[in-house]
Structure formats: C-alpha cells, structure tokens
C-alpha cells in the first residue's frame, strides 16, 4: 500500500515571499501522478498541481512549482510571491491510475496549514 | 475541471435520525466517491459510488450506516443513518474521471453535519 507523508503540519511565510512544502511517498510503483491540494478555510478542496511520474520536467501552474524527486520519492510544492489567499491546508496525495480497485484510490498525506502574514 | 454542488452544505441533526446528503455534477463522470474529513485532519475514503450497482465500501464502513446510491453518472447520494454524535464531520463528494481530464479528481464544496 502507499503511503504519503507531509512531516510539516504547521508552516507561516511573510506576504510576497518563497515558501516550500514538503512530501514523501513511498510505493513500489514506477507509474503513478501526484497531486498537491489546497483546502482554504472555505474547506474547498482546489487541485493546485499534478505530477505524472514519467516525467522528468517539473510542473508549473503560475506561483505554483513542484520538485519532483523521483529516487527520493519525494514531491515539494514551492509558492513564489505568497499571497493572503494562500493561507490553506495543503495536502499531498498520491495515485496508481493503473492499478484496480481501492489500490486506484487517492492517499492522502496529513496535511500542511499554511498561514502566510500580512 | 468538473463542477460539483453538494446539499445541504450543513446540518445539525439529533441523535438516531438519517440524513442524506445529495451530489450533482455538471458532466459525466467514471467515478464518484465520499468521503469524512473529521476538523482539521486529513480525508478517509468512505466508498466508491458504482452506478447501478452496491457501493464499494472501505474498511471500517458498513452499507447499513453509510448507505449510497448512484443512479446515473452525474449523480449520487451519501445517507449517514442511525446518526450519533461521532459522526459530526465534514462529508465531501468526489469525482474522476470527466471527459476533458480522465486521472485528475475533483471535490464538491463539503457537507458540515453537527450531531447533538
């Protein structure tokens, strides 16, 4: 089974600076996608970023980078310029879209909460 | 991405009655799911929503607590029966699987049950 791992559950940043999140995963699988969700106090949860593992190139969306670390097996999300608005649970969650059954399913990591300050 | 509604968006309910919690889509989705995110901690899956057939439910999850029902592709709904105050929670509805994005899964706005 895989299981995904945030080892921050609290994290703050200064409005317009950098600040990374991370994550880890472990799985025995070689394809697989990854995602980064953020839930604001709203409780909606907005799909930030995906990952597919078979590529090497790191996806962008806007202020939002991922470093994706295949061996390492670990799945950063960076937020250049924070804003207000990113103040958000952040999850991490992990997908086999090959595999059958509950193994389909999304695991999710715990969960980042990041306040970013005015 | 797919766009979901979830009613109601909260209730309070007394203890041993049944609510059911209904979820619209405005596309054909593969597959829909609920899920229990208790405040402040991260979410379980409660099951998977088969179209025309029982769900598929994840361990610790009965039928006869959590019964659902999909009758078509764009709709389902989550009834948390015999209620008591453990399953205060937030109830969220999930789909995968639309025709623009097969692998990315998206999230309805979340029901709020309180129970007294």
């Known amino acids: 089974a895989q299981t995904v791992t945030q080892s921050q559950p609290e994290m703050s940043v200064q409005e317009a600076e950098t600040v990374t999140l991370s994550c880890t995963y472990d799985?025995?699988?070689?394809?697989?996608?990854l995602f980064w969700y953020k839930q604001p106090p709203s409780r909606q949860m907005i799909l930030v970023i995906r990952?597919?593992?078979?590529?090497?190139q790191n996806a962008t969306e806007n202020r939002f980078s991922v470093n994706f670390q295949k061996a390492a097996k670990s799945f950063s999300l960076k937020i250049s310029d924070s804003q207000l608005g990113d103040t958000a649970m952040y999850f991490c969650?992990?997908?086999?879209?090959?595999?059958?059954?509950?193994?389909?399913?999304?695991?999710f990591g715990s969960g980042t909460q990041l306040t970013v300050l005015p | 991405s797919a766009v979901i509604s979830q009613k109601p968006s909260r209730d309070i309910c007394q203890r041993g009655t049944s609510l059911t919690i209904q979820c619209q889509v405005d596309?054909?989705?593969?597959?829909m799911f609920w899920y229990r995110q208790q405040p402040g901690q991260s979410l379980t899956l409660i099951a998977t929503a088969n179209q025309g057939s029982e769900a598929t439910y994840e361990s610790g999850f009965v039928i006869d607590k959590f019964p659902i029902s999909r009758p078509n592709l764009t709709f389902s709904t989550l009834t948390v029966s015999n209620m008591s105050p453990e399953d205060s929670s937030i109830y969220l509805c999930?789909?995968?699987?639309?025709?623009?994005?097969?692998?990315?899964?998206?999230f309805g706005p979340g029901t709020r049950l309180t129970v007294l």
């Open positions: 799985t025995s699988e070689n394809n697989y996608y």
């Open positions: 596309s054909q989705v593969t597959m």
């Open positions: 969650a992990f997908m086999n879209p090959i595999s059958s059954g509950s193994a389909r399913q999304l695991t």
């Open positions: 990952q597919e593992a078979y590529k090497q």
């Open positions: 999930s789909v995968r699987g639309t025709l623009v994005s097969y692998n990315e899964q998206f």
